[in-house]
C-alpha cells in the first residue's frame, strides 16, 4: 500500500509550500482543507500536472469526532497507508489579556492544540511513522498580542514534547516555529519588512525556508523532540508589542 502524508490547512499559505514541498520530493500528499475547497483542489491538480501525488480531503478540526476519524477517512477513500502528518493548520484571531474570553481560548486550543494531539495519537495506532507541528517563533519571545494563539502554540510545543517520548519508537516528533513570514490582515508590507529587516540575520523567513525545514524533519530519521526555529533570528528581540500593531521593539 501507498504511503501518504496529511498537510492540515495545506491548500494556502505556508501549507501550500509545505504540500508543494513534500510532493516534489515523492512524498504524496494528501492537501487537508477546511472552507478553501477550490484551492486545494487547484493545488493538488498543479502537483499532478507537475507529475506528483497529491489528493485533498476536508475536515473541520474543530469538530472533535471528525478529527478522530480522519487519519481512517484518508487510508480508506485513498487506499493509502498514512505515515505523516505535518500539523500547519491554525485559528489565528486577536486578543490580549484584556479582551481574552473562553469561547475564543477554547476555539483556539482545540485546532491549534488539541487537534493535533488527537491527530498523532491515531497515527500512532496505525503504525510508524512521523509528525511535524508546525509552532511560532513567539514562544520563545512572547507577549500578550494575539494570546489565545500564543498560549495555543505553547500547548503545542510542550504535546510535541511529550509525545516524542510517549510515542517512540514508533512516532517521531518534531516541529517548526516560523518568525514573521507573509502579511496578513494585521501585518503589512512595510511591517513585514521592517520587523524582519530589524532580525540578527537582516531578512525573515520565505515560505520555501519553513517548507524546507519541515522537508529535513520529514527524512531524519534519527531526529524527535526537536524544534527548528526558522525565524532570521527574531526570537533573539523581545517584542513589547506585536509588529502588526506598532513595531515596538525592545
Not at 76 to 92: C, H, P
Amino acid at each position: 500500500m501507498e504511503e501518504a502524508v496529511i498537510v492540515t490547512g495545506g491548500s494556502r499559505r505556508i501549507g501550500k509550500r509545505i504540500s508543494q514541498t513534500l510532493a516534489s520530493n515523492g512524498f504524496f500528499v494528501i492537501i487537508h482543507y477546511n472552507s478553501s475547497s477550490r484551492e486545494a483542489d487547484s493545488l493538488a491538480s498543479t502537483i499532478r500536472d507537475q507529475g506528483g501525488q497529491a489528493e485533498t480531503i476536508e475536515c473541520d478540526l474543530s469538530k472533535v469526532t471528525d478529527v478522530e476519524t480522519l487519519i481512517h477517512r484518508t487510508e480508506t477513500l485513498f487506499r493509502v497507508k498514512v505515515t505523516g502528518l505535518v500539523n500547519n493548520a491554525s485559528r489565528y484571531s486577536y486578543d490580549d489579556v484584556n479582551t481574552i474570553e473562553v469561547e475564543k481560548f477554547s476555539g483556539h486550543m482545540i485546532v491549534n492544540a488539541y487537534s493535533p494531539l488527537i491527530l498523532s495519537r491515531e497515527l500512532h495506532k496505525t503504525g510508524d511513522g512521523w509528525v511535524v507541528n508546525i509552532l511560532d517563533f513567539k514562544i520563545k519571545s512572547p507577549n500578550s498580542d494575539f494570546l489565545s494563539y500564543t498560549l495555543s502554540k505553547f500547548s503545542l510545543a510542550s504535546i510535541t514534547d511529550i509525545l516524542a517520548r510517549e510515542l517512540a519508537p514508533k512516532l517521531r516528533i518534531n516541529a517548526v516555529a516560523p518568525g514573521h513570514t507573509l502579511t496578513s490582515d494585521f501585518l503589512d508590507d512595510d511591517k513585514l519588512e521592517s520587523v524582519n529587516s530589524a532580525a540578527p540575520l537582516g531578512f525573515g523567513p520565505s515560505p520555501e525556508d519553513v517548507a524546507n525545514a519541515v522537508l529535513y524533519l520529514a527524512k531524519a530519521k534519527s531526529v524527535t523532540g526537536q524544534t527548528i526555529y526558522v525565524d532570521g533570528g527574531e526570537r533573539f528581540r523581545q517584542q513589547i508589542r506585536d509588529p502588526a500593531f506598532n513595531g515596538d521593539q525592545g
